[in-house]
């Protein structure tokens, strides 16, 4: 079947509850750049969000790890990431307490001229709700060395108890009236409404509210299926 993915135009709730205007640090990306490499040396680079100004990958270093992590032990490298987001929270202003553990990888690239890796994501989740492709991952050496952080979580969150002020059936319905004025149909597939912090990018900034997402989708005898997540 075919997706495609947009913002519900809906969102869950009409009180100010948006989040996406970080915490303002007090040092600029290069000054924290800066002290970065004086304590982990001078070949680690820095990307920034430009809607955001946060971090969104160091790279192109290696920093010792602090303990000596087990390679079949997932706990270890969790630990070890944790560890490293903490370490650079004043650059993607993430608070490590919103993130969760959610998968564990070694990467077998000896075979592809380069060695080994293994990595591990978490996901974000604020005030039990998931924030839309909000994840942070870390990459390491197989010996436990930091290689880099790349993250499109949400910084610093305003108002981490924002409720819905919108009920969930009337964000079903309005998904089916968007999805008929769309495809002209009427869904024959219609998801469970799931609340998350959804970001909504307006000009040069990025902002994340509350939303009820649906899923959507016609199935129609001799057709491909269409679907759209509202």
Known sequence: SLFVSALFAVTASA??????????STSSPDVLLSN?????????HMATNRMTGT????????????FEPNTNVASDWYALGRHWINQTKAMHMVDGAELVEERFRY???????????ITVRFNQVVGGVPVESGSINVLFSTTGRLLSIHTTAAPEVLDANARPTIRAGFANLAAAQAFKAEFGHEPTVQGAER?????????ETRVWALA????????IDGETPIGRLF
């Open 15 to 24: 009180q100010t509850n948006q989040f996406g205007t970080p915490t303002v």
């Open 36 to 44: 970065w490499q004086a304590d982990h040396g001078d070949s680690w």
């Open 55 to 66: 971090l969104e990958m160091l790279y192109g270093g290696n920093a010792q790890s602090p």
């Open 107 to 117: 990467l077998p690239l000896v075979q592809g001229n380069t060695t080994d890796k």
């Open 195 to 203: 609340l998350v912090h959804a970001y909504i990018d307006s000009g």
């Open 212 to 219: 009820w997402q649906v899923e959507a989708m016609v199935e």
